[in-house]
């Protein structure tokens, strides 16, 4: 967000300490933050000394943009009270921003900040945050991940599972059409649903449906053992899985080797009319190759969340295609009462250099 040439620099300081105790320390600072996205009034009771003399000079640059960046800001301010919050475009100082905590920045853009600590990704994916072609190197990268988002996926998960599995787009459709139409579909044990992805959220998904009673297989790069899932492991177990896949869920991780793996040449590897569920990264389908292949019958039916391009263009054929259901990347949408509390913990972890379980690997691409 632009800054109007009228708006003041944005400050935090604390304006007024009480409460104090024997030691003649402070316990209860209220601090201010003023700024492009409004004022912050905070209270925190701190125990001695208290947080705002541990990081002087320290700040957090935050990147979010559309209509929850000043409830992202307002959150993490809250939460952050020991250093300085300031929105990406309100930094008066760039040399003393040691967290870039970001969803989607500029290309180029972390190059600002000469002395970070981390980048915080704002979500469990990381790729929006490695394809910058100037990512300063040498800087953690963490993940934002937790209990809420994996249960927000495992609940979009099973929800599309089981509406494929009962045939509900085709019970909707002959309900559209006044038309009494009974499908008769096997019971979940019969029904074949792959999992690519074994990771945090690949992981609970399938253990999710096999907890439905669905028969479950999972693919992953190495071989790892799941209660009441299948596994099958690399490049050579990849035909096997898919053929065994009647409902194809993808929660890859985006890197280079998974990019464009939704492709013709993998939707015939399917049985004859399996369901497509694709929550991972747009950038795993081939769009060019999904409507093709509902058109030749390889696919009956997709559900998508995630896109190439967001948010989806108003004109593009997947909002118009009755085959194909559009969700606007909700599957595990984080908000900024849960994500904040997330990344203030992992901040605070890392200031005192204790583990983090949400570092990635770069190399790896997660």
Not at 151 to 179: F, K, N, S, V
Not at 312 to 336: C, E, K, M, N
Request: aromatic share 6%.
């Amino acid at each position: 967000m632009a800054r109007e040439p009228h708006d003041p620099t944005p400050t935090f300081s604390v304006l007024n300490a009480t409460n104090s105790a024997s030691d003649g320390q402070p316990r209860l600072y209220i601090a201010g933050c003023i700024g492009t996205v409004g004022a912050v009034l905070i209270a925190v009771r701190c125990a001695n000394p208290c947080p705002f003399s541990k990081h002087p000079g320290v700040s957090c640059v935050l990147h979010v943009s559309g209509a929850r960046a000043d409830w992202w800001h307002t959150r993490m301010a809250g939460l952050l009270p020991e250093m300085p919050v300031y929105p990406w475009n309100a930094v008066p100082d760039p040399g003393a921003v040691r967290y870039a905590v970001v969803w989607k920045p500029p290309p180029g853009g972390l190059r600002r900040f000469p002395a970070l600590r981390a980048i915080v990704s704002i979500g469990a994916g990381v790729d929006h945050v490695l394809i910058d072609p100037d990512l300063p190197l040498g800087v953690p990268i963490l993940r934002t991940t937790g209990g809420d988002l994996t249960q927000r996926m495992r609940e979009y998960i099973a929800l599309h599972t089981l509406r494929l599995h009962r045939a509900e787009p085709a019970l909707r459709a002959a309900a559209a059409r006044g038309d009494w139409t009974q499908i008769v579909t096997p019971p979940a044990a019969r029904r074949r649903v792959g999992v690519m992805g074994l990771g945090t959220l690949g992981s609970a998904a399938a253990r999710t449906l096999a907890g439905l009673g669905f028969a479950v297989q999972g693919w992953a790069r190495s071989k790892r053992a799941l209660e009441n899932v299948t596994v099958f492991a690399g490049d050579a177990a990849l035909p096997a899985f898919l053929e065994a896949s009647e409902i194809l869920i993808c929660l890859l991780p985006l890197t280079d080797a998974t990019r464009g793996i939704l492709n013709a040449r993998l939707f015939a590897a399917l049985p004859a009319g399996a369901g497509l569920i694709n929550a991972g990264r747009g950038g795993h389908l081939v769009e060019a190759d999904l409507i093709p292949a509902l058109d030749a019958g390889h696919l009956s039916h997709a559900v998508l969340d995630v896109f190439e391009t967001e948010p989806l263009l108003g004109d593009h054929p997947f909002w118009t295609d009755p085959r194909i259901d559009v969700t606007p990347h909700t599957a595990s949408l984080i908000d900024p009462d849960t994500g904040a509390r997330l990344i203030a913990e992992n901040i605070r972890r890392m200031e005192a250099g204790a583990p983090i379980d949400d570092l990635i690997d770069p190399a790896r691409g997660y």
